[in-house]
């Protein structure tokens, strides 16, 4: 078994991680607060907005903006918080606080606001993305602004710093929904999903407790060396921090320096690019829960359910040969597939976008593309949106056939570039996999094979990079990989 240290991969972005905690604490003043409230700030609309911060106990404090003005005096620890009613849409407005001293923040503006969250991909620059000499000079959006560690504008002047994903992203909301977008990039390169649940709710999930072994030895296996020195240098690169080595990892270390200091800023939601870490463990056919408890414990910590937006990995390595091809990649996007059971959260399946020999692909301009999809249609209501390429439902055995129904197939499902549909596997109970004959029938596609008498089984694109699989809809997105049997899976990588 081949076993490479991931808590090593990820120890020398650690301590610029914690140098770069999402909020800076608190500015310099008698009343104190995090840095998210500064100049160029995006407040959620629609939603009452929290303030909050510190000052001397008991001291009286005043929050103005817009035409409403509410007070609060703060504990007997100096913390205060005060709610805002919801907003709308309008001019910059002007936010004061006051206390002993007063805070003034210019250049507010109310939108739509989303967190956005994972490692490496969501990290990666606008400037490292594809076609970024045609982006630059384009990026005069002076209404969608990104937060990471100060509030941005986007210019060209300022755009190369964003996150590509997030920027893709947040300029599809722009354009369609013509109201200002505010993106809070929580991103760091190379880090596992077990970084950024709360550590109590993880140890809440009897499923979880292998993962917790494996750190507490230090042998969970992650990225190759290389890899790993690339997501260290990507998080260094963009963060402006040089990676320092020496710091202690455990469980639920960035939840607690990026994801908790945000609480309870209001957003709309949040996207999530990671999994390439946890893809490369022998824990990957576990991210599925992983992900599930990082979303409920995100949730109950803002106290509503707030939409939650998933990349589905993207192809990568050399191109599918056999039938099935258990990498844990494979496992990681039925892991993001399976969140979907939980109300109120999407998915960008991200087949075609990948690279062959790069984990970090350049086209996030059709990432940010199909997140927004998603939101457009879900969470905003767009009627004339697809929210996503052709997702599975229901199975079943008809004459040595296996029928398998898909929802999302708006104008029909369709073998891209017409002629055979590709990239279905069939078995037996044996569970040994052939290439399976598959035909769309409506809202169906029905998979045979000669040498599979009494099928049980179908996996469709069921490897790291599935590159014939051309399953569509008519709206021009891709099916999610998938497969209709539950039987136990192990990270082929690792054998």
């Given at each position: 078994m081949k076993y490479r240290n991931y808590w090593v991969g990820i120890l020398q972005v650690i301590a610029a991680i914690s140098a770069l905690a999402v909020s800076t604490p608190y500015a310099e003043a008698a009343v104190k607060i995090p840095s998210i409230f500064s100049d160029?700030?995006?407040?959620?609309?629609?939603?009452?907005?929290?303030?909050?911060?510190?000052?001397?106990?008991?001291?009286?404090?005043?929050?103005?903006?817009?035409?409403?003005?509410?007070?609060?005096?703060?504990d007997k620890d100096g913390k205060w918080s005060i709610t805002l009613d919801a907003m709308s849409?309008?001019?910059?407005?002007?936010?004061?606080?006051?206390?002993?001293?007063?805070?003034?923040?210019?250049?507010?503006?109310?939108?739509?606001?989303?967190?956005?969250?994972?490692?490496?991909?969501?990290?990666?620059?606008?400037?490292?993305?594809?076609?970024?000499?045609?982006?630059?000079?384009?990026?005069?959006?002076?209404?969608?602004?990104?937060?990471?560690g100060k509030w941005a504008v986007c210019s060209p002047e300022t755009v190369g710093s964003f996150s590509a994903t997030a920027y893709f992203f947040g300029r599809e909301i722009y354009r369609k929904m013509k109201v200002p977008v505010g993106l809070i990039n929580a991103s760091a390169g190379g880090t596992p999903i077990e970084l950024w649940t709360s550590l109590e709710a993880q140890k809440a999930v009897p499923e979880l407790k292998p993962i917790f072994e494996s750190a507490g030895k230090g042998l969970a296996s992650n990225e190759d060396a290389e890899q790993a020195e690339t997501d260290r240098k990507q998080a260094a690169e963009v963060e402006g921090k040089k990676s320092v080595a020496g710091q202690k990892v455990s469980p639920g270390y960035l939840?607690?320096?990026?994801?908790?200091?945000l609480v309870p800023?209001?957003?709309?939601?949040?996207?999530?690019?990671?999994?390439?870490?946890?893809?490369?463990?022998?824990?990957?056919?576990?991210?599925?829960?992983?992900?599930?408890?990082?979303?409920?414990?995100?949730?109950?910590?803002?106290?509503y359910d707030f939409?939650?937006?998933?990349?589905?990995?993207?192809?990568?390595?050399?191109?599918?040969?056999?039938?099935?091809?258990?990498?844990?990649?494979?496992?990681?996007?039925?892991g993001v597939l399976k969140s979907l059971d939980i109300p109120n959260t999407g998915m960008a399946v991200t087949i075609g976008t990948?690279?062959?020999?790069?984990?970090?692909?350049?086209?996030?301009?059709?990432?940010g593309r199909r997140l927004a999809q998603w939101a457009l249609a879900t969470v905003y209501g767009q009627k004339d949106v697809a929210a996503s390429g052709p997702l599975p439902g229901k199975s079943k055995v008809v004459?040595?056939?296996?029928?398998?129904?898909?929802?999302?197939?708006?104008?029909?499902?369709?073998?891209?570039?017409?002629?055979?549909?590709?990239?279905?596997?069939?078995?037996?109970?044996?569970?040994?996999?052939?290439?399976?004959?598959?035909?769309?029938?409506?809202?169906?596609?029905?998979?045979s094979s000669p040498e599979v008498k009494d099928p049980v089984a179908v996996r469709y694109a069921w490897a790291i990079n599935p590159a014939t699989s051309n399953l569509f809809n008519g709206a021009g997105l891709p099916a999610t990989p998938f497969r209709t049997d539950n039987e136990p899976l192990s990270n082929s990588y690792m054998h």
């Open positions: 160029h700030m995006v407040i959620q609309t629609g939603k009452p907005v929290p303030v909050w911060g510190q000052a001397d106990p008991k001291e009286k404090i005043t929050v103005s903006i817009g035409g409403q003005t509410k007070s609060t005096e703060a849409p309008g001019e910059p407005l002007v936010l004061k606080i006051q206390g002993g001293n007063t805070l003034t923040i210019n250049d507010v503006l109310v939108g739509e606001v989303w967190l956005c969250a994972g490692q490496s991909n969501m990290a990666m620059a606008v400037s490292k993305a594809k076609d970024f000499d045609a982006e630059k000079p384009a990026a005069t959006w002076p209404e969608i602004r990104q937060f990471s939840f607690n320096s990026r994801i908790l200091p800023y209001s957003i709309s939601g949040a996207i999530w690019y990671q999994g390439e870490a946890n893809s490369y463990t022998v824990h990957a056919n576990l991210y599925g829960i992983q992900l599930a408890t990082m979303i409920k414990d995100w949730r109950s910590r803002w106290g939409s939650f937006i998933s990349v589905q990995l993207p192809d990568t390595a050399s191109p599918q040969t056999e039938p099935v091809q258990t990498h844990g990649r494979v496992l990681v996007r039925e990948g690279e062959e020999k790069s984990n970090h692909p350049r086209n996030k301009q059709e990432v004459d040595g056939k296996v029928v398998v129904t898909f929802s999302h197939t708006d104008g029909g499902l369709v073998a891209q570039g017409g002629g055979e549909l590709k990239g279905f596997a069939i078995a037996g109970k044996d569970m040994k996999w052939f290439w399976g004959k598959a035909v769309i029938d409506g809202d169906t596609v029905v998979v």
